[in-house]
């Protein structure tokens, strides 16, 4: 199975920028698809952002839509640009991936996804 670790959280003022990193500890060779899911305490786990491992298409919930921009670099590390942060997105932050081939058409449940990190928290204030 592959390991995911999560990078880049902190403490920023509403309106400002963090960027989020996840490194796997293996190539995942099976991987057809990456996302960013979050929870915030008492709320369940929801997704935020997914990219197709081939093809590279991204997809969004709307509340990030605009502000949060999800990619994939030379290193094949998955970074989470968010800007414009709200108090609302203060959550912890997963990311995940999926060994089923279907998540390249777009995964948007946790139920969908095989492997977790342990989480990176992102908290805003006002």
């Known amino acids: 199975q592959v390991q995911l670790v999560e990078s880049g959280g902190g403490l920023v003022q509403a309106g400002g920028s963090l960027r989020l990193s996840c490194v796997a500890s293996?190539?995942?060779?099976?991987?057809?698809?990456m996302g960013w899911f979050r929870q915030a305490p008492g709320e369940e786990r929801e997704f935020v952002a997914g990219?197709?491992?081939?093809?590279?298409?991204t997809y969004y919930t709307d509340a990030v839509k605009g502000r949060f921009s999800i990619s994939r670099d030379a290193s094949d590390l998955v970074h989470l640009e968010m800007n414009d942060l709200k108090p609302e997105d203060t959550a912890v932050y997963y990311c995940?991936?999926?060994?089923?081939?279907?998540?390249?058409?777009?995964?948007?449940?946790?139920?969908?996804?095989?492997?977790w990190g342990h989480g990176t928290q992102v908290t805003v204030s006002s």
């Open positions: 995940a991936s999926t060994i089923y081939e279907h998540c390249s058409y777009g995964c948007y449940s946790p139920e969908d996804f095989t492997s």
């Open positions: 293996g190539r995942a060779f099976g991987t057809y698809a």
């Open positions: 990219i197709s491992w081939i093809g590279t298409n």
